[in-house]
């Protein structure tokens, strides 16, 4: 059974930073586009961070870009959004998802909590 599992969430002050970590097992996510998505209480689920299968296209929401940053080990099957001054807006919970286009093979982790608040 494929899993995708979210770590590095946490309470943080506003200004703070937080790493989080997306792990993957048995799949291997060489050929597999990840986002970070995010779902505050009320709100739809938004892409915040995405990174090409090759690492070497990422994208990011206005609302964090300069803040937020993702990136990925394939050789140690992890993918990682560095996220940097840290606003309350930014309280979700945070899940990673991976895309294989070519046969449109899509999975979800649970999901970690973020909240920044002083």
């Known amino acids: 059974q494929v899993q995708l599992v979210e770590s590095g969430g946490g309470l943080v002050q506003p200004g703070g930073s937080l790493r989080l970590s997306c792990v993957a097992s048995?799949?291997?996510?060489?050929?597999?586009?990840i986002g970070w998505f995010r779902q505050a209480p009320g709100k739809e689920r938004e892409l915040v961070a995405g990174?090409?299968?090759?690492?070497?296209?990422?994208t990011y929401a206005d609302s964090v870009k300069g803040r937020f940053r993702i990136s990925r080990d394939d050789a140690k099957n992890t993918v990682y959004l560095q996220m940097n001054s840290l606003k309350s807006e930014d309280t979700a919970v945070y899940y990673c998802?991976?895309?294989?286009?070519?046969?449109?093979?899509?999975?979800w982790g649970q999901g970690t909590q973020v909240t920044v608040s002083s």
């Open positions: 048995p799949l291997t996510l060489d050929y597999y586009a």
């Open positions: 998802n991976a895309y294989r286009g070519w046969d449109s093979r899509d999975y």
């Open positions: 990174i090409s299968s090759s690492g070497g296209v990422t």
